[in-house]
């Protein structure tokens, strides 16, 4: 089930053209299509994995600075060789989802062959948006070491606190609930596509 990304540089006549550093960070992401450059300050790309769908909003919401257009749905085949030269429903979808990000307070929208599930998998992946764009940084340092498989008295020693510590900041990030939020905004996103 495919998803289009469109992404745009918010104040991109103001600050410098962030879009090679971006695609550089998301060059590990599995995708259909790659990610790359449309247009201007625009980048696009083709996921098939819901899940990898929501780890790179995740990834482009904590780097700040983007509109986030998310497209569910069919596209046309066979693919050709580029993401600029995609179509279909899917891509239309997340042209219009971009622009209606630029609107919206979390900048990030969903459009899909579904409506509904669309409009609900954009609800929960704002609330995740939201949970990423105000935790701290010290939530973010024991975050990334437990995601990277060490445990929390491991985290403690590298970052030179207490074990009870690094419980505080994981629960102070909102950790647990950003892990519930996941699969609901993938299982949600695989609606989206019809």
Known sequence: MPFVLTVDQRDSR????RVP?????????????????TAGDEFQGLLDDPAVVVDVVRRL?????WSLGIGAG???TPLPGSTR?????????ARA???A?????????VRGAAPESAADAQAVLSAL???VERRSDQAWEAIELVEAGRTQAQAATELGVTRQAVGQRLGAGLWDVERDLHPTAARLLARAAG
Request: proline fraction near 9%; avoid cysteine.
């Open 61 to 65: 919401v904590r780097d700040g600075g």
């Open 85 to 93: 030269a995609g179509a279909g429903p899917a891509f239309v979808a």
């Open 129 to 131: 948006a939201v949970l």
């Open 21 to 37: 550093e971006v695609l550089s960070a998301l060059a590990d992401v599995p995708t259909v299509l790659r990610f790359e450059r």
């Open 101 to 109: 990000a630029k609107r919206r307070p979390v900048r990030l929208a």
């Open 74 to 76: 069919p596209v046309h």
């Open 14 to 17: 103001r600050t410098p053209d």
């Open 97 to 99: 989802a971009v622009e």
